[in-house]
Nanobody, 123 residues
């Protein structure tokens, strides 16, 4: 089992940057990790994920080229670097973990979730 806690959200102007962190307990290196987000009135959606076994990260088309997911197994921490932020990126961002989700872009495939951190992009 793993517990995750997000941090790093806040208010940023369009075009700005933020870096989210997700601190994890447990055997972090064995877990596939993902970032998801949920805007008011919308369903939770996939943002990015990286498998426990390494390999290329996967991104939603809406964030590709602007966001970068990374993990530091020595620090038990997952990151999401967000650049060129847009107002439509405004949402609560969640960190999620699971051992070997068959579909790493799917919300139901992850059993462990954080409480979320608010990101607001506005001038």
């Amino acid at each position: 089992q793993v517990q995750v806690v997000e941090s790093g959200g806040g208010l940023v102007q369009p075009g700005g940057s933020l870096r989210l962190s997700c601190a994890a307990s447990g055997r972090f290196s064995l877990y596939t990790m993902g970032w998801f987000r949920q805007a008011p009135g919308k369903e939770r959606e996939f943002v990015a994920a990286v498998r426990w076994s390494g390999g290329s990260a996967v991104y939603a088309d809406s964030v590709k080229g602007r966001f970068t997911i990374s993990r530091d197994n020595a620090k038990n921490t997952l990151y999401l670097q967000m650049n060129s932020l847009k107002p439509e990126d405004t949402a609560v961002y969640y960190c999620a973990a699971d051992r070997s989700p068959p579909v790493i872009t799917s919300v139901p495939e992850y059993r462990y979730w954080g409480q979320g951190t608010q990101v607001t992009v506005s001038s």
